[in-house]
T-cell receptor, first 111, second 113 residues
Framework: DAKTTQPPSMDCAEGRAANLPCNHS???????VYWYRQIHSQGPQYIIH???NNETNEMASLIITEDRKSSTLILPHATLRDTAVYYC????????????FGAGTILRVKS | GAGVSQTPSNKVTEKGKYVELRCDPI?????LYWYRQSLGQGPEFLIY????????DSGLPNDRFFAVRPEGSVSTLKIQRTERGDSAVYLC???????????FGEGSRLTVL
C-alpha cells in the first residue's frame, strides 16, 4: 500500500470548517483513499472513502485532486466532539486487503 | 449488542504469564482483523481471518502471539510468556466479506507489569 503524509496536528474553531490534508504522491491507479478517525479511548471509525471523484456523506466531504496525489477531508461545521485523530489511508479495495494506519492528524476543535 | 465486542476491556498481568483476549464480531461479518496500538501511534496490523482461516498473519510479531477463530465467528488472540513490551491496546475489527467499511471494537487494554 502507498504511504500517506499528514500534518501531526491541527486546530479548528468550533462551528468552522475543518480541512485536513493528506499527501499520497505514490498512489496507484487502483488504490482508494480512506479516512478513519479515532476519538480518545475508542476504536477507529470509518468516515468516507473515494477513488477519483469527490465524495460527500453525512459526516464529511472528500476532495481528491485531479492527479490523485493529495486529498482533503472536510468537516463542514466542526464540533467539540470531532476532536480526534484522523487517519488517511490508501489501499487497494481487494478482498481482505488490510488497512495500514500511519500516525494520523490530531484535530483539536476549540470553543 | 450490534457492534464489535471485546473482552476484557482491561487486563493487567505479570511478565511471563499467558493472556487471552476475545473478540465477538458483528453477526454475519466473515472477515475479522486484529490490530495492536501503542500509545501515540496508529493501529498496527496483526492478523486477518476470512471465515475460520487466517488469511494473513504477517503482522504477528513473533511466535508468542497466536490467534484462532474456530467457528468463523468469535476470535481469541493468545499471547504466551508476556513481556512488558506487549503492553498496548489490542483492537479487533470486522467487515462483511472482504470489502467495505471496517468496524472496530473499543479494544482490550493490556498492561504487563
Amino acid at each position: 500500500d502507498a504511504k500517506t503524509t499528514q500534518p501531526p496536528s491541527m486546530d479548528c474553531a468550533e462551528g468552522r470548517a475543518a480541512n485536513l490534508p493528506c499527501n499520497h504522491s505514490t498512489i496507484s491507479g487502483n488504490e482508494y483513499v480512506y479516512w478513519y478517525r479515532q476519538i480518545h479511548s475508542q476504536g477507529p471509525q470509518y468516515i468516507i472513502h473515494g477513488l477519483k471523484n469527490n465524495e460527500t456523506n453525512e459526516m464529511a466531504s472528500l476532495i481528491i485532486t485531479e492527479d490523485r496525489k493529495s486529498s482533503t477531508l472536510i468537516l463542514p461545521h466542526a464540533t467539540l466532539r470531532d476532536t480526534a485523530v484522523y487517519y488517511c489511508i490508501v489501499r487497494v479495495a481487494e478482498y481482505g486487503n488490510k488497512l495500514v494506519f500511519g500516525a494520523g492528524t490530531i484535530l483539536r476543535v476549540k470553543s | 449488542g450490534a457492534g464489535v465486542s471485546q473482552t476484557p476491556s482491561n487486563k493487567v498481568t505479570e511478565k511471563g504469564k499467558y493472556v487471552e483476549l476475545r473478540c465477538d464480531p458483528i453477526s454475519g461479518h466473515t472477515a475479522l482483523y486484529w490490530y495492536r496500538q501503542s500509545l501515540g501511534q496508529g493501529p498496527e496490523f496483526l492478523i486477518y481471518f476470512q471465515g475460520t482461516g487466517a488469511a494473513d498473519d504477517s503482522g504477528l510479531p513473533n511466535d508468542r502471539f497466536f490467534a484462532v477463530r474456530p467457528e468463523g465467528s468469535v476470535s481469541t488472540l493468545k499471547i504466551q510468556r508476556t513481556e512488558r513490551g506487549d503492553s498496548a491496546v489490542y483492537l479487533c475489527a470486522s467487515r462483511i466479506g472482504g470489502g467495505g467499511e471496517l468496524f472496530f471494537g473499543e479494544g482490550s487494554r493490556l498492561t504487563v507489569l
